[in-house]
């Protein structure tokens, strides 16, 4: 059984960048063919796709946050983080990651999530 747990500050200031981290147990993240997905929630908002990870280390991006957003992996530690940048009280919102069988398919397997919030 996979579990997925998200991971990093639950408070952090306008300007600054937000890092959280994923730690995958039950499978690596390296298996062929799975995508290791960041999404997002905002208050009253619905789901929001933030980028991917693959098993290979191809990453994608959502048009409307590539600007600001890194995602890259820890393979011995079988971990995959989300930096994102500039950071503003409208990045507030309940993160999680997530795995899918591949990049073009649904989530699978998903973390509890974890609330951060953005001060301004």
């Known amino acids: 059984q996979v579990q997925l747990q998200e991971s990093g500050p639950g408070l952090v200031k306008s300007s600054q960048t937000l890092s959280l981290t994923c730690t995958v147990s039950?499978?690596?993240?390296?298996?062929?063919?799975?995508?290791w997905s960041w999404i997002r929630q905002p208050p009253g908002k619905g789901l929001e796709w933030m980028g991917l990870i693959t098993y290979d280390g191809s990453t994608y991006y959502s048009p409307s946050l590539k600007s600001r957003t890194s995602i890259s992996r820890d393979i011995s530690a079988n971990q995959f983080s989300l930096q994102l940048s500039s950071v503003t009280p409208e990045d507030t919102a309940v993160y999680y990651c997530t795995r899918s069988l591949n990049r073009a398919t649904a989530s699978d397997y998903w973390g509890q999530g974890t609330q951060v919030t953005v001060s301004s």
């Open positions: 039950g499978g690596s993240i390296t298996t062929s063919y799975f995508a």
